[in-house]
């Protein structure tokens, strides 16, 4: 069996290379969104109380720079996730 007609331990039967194809792309999505969660650090050091919607513009500069593309819906997804892990560390 060549390459080509392999099944990668997936029922619906893709491809290897979808399979790797698809974990490069996550990597790279998390690797962007750490980007972003460090810039949105820096930014509520000094301002702990603004809200997503001036921080989603305010970092519209920085995601174009870095060709991060994220919508309005999963910028705040990405905030409550950072309020939600210090809440439940207590901090």
């Known amino acids: 069996m060549n390459s080509a007609t392999c099944r990668f331990g997936d029922p619906i039967g893709k491809s290897r290379q979808a399979w ?3 974990q490069k792309q996550q990597d790279q999505t998390t690797f962007e ?5 460090d810039e949105l ?3 509520r050091k000094n301002l702990p109380r603004i809200g997503a919607e001036k921080l989603h513009i305010m970092t ?3 995601c174009q720079q ?11 997804l990405l905030l409550k996730e950072i309020f939600w892990s210090h809440v439940e560390r207590g901090e």
């Open 20 to 22: 790797y194809d698809k």
């Open 33 to 37: 969104y750490e980007m972003l969660l």
């Open 60 to 62: 519209a500069y920085f």
């Open 41 to 43: 650090h820096s930014i």
């Open 66 to 76: 870095h060709g991060i593309k994220v919508g309005r819906d999963k910028f705040t």
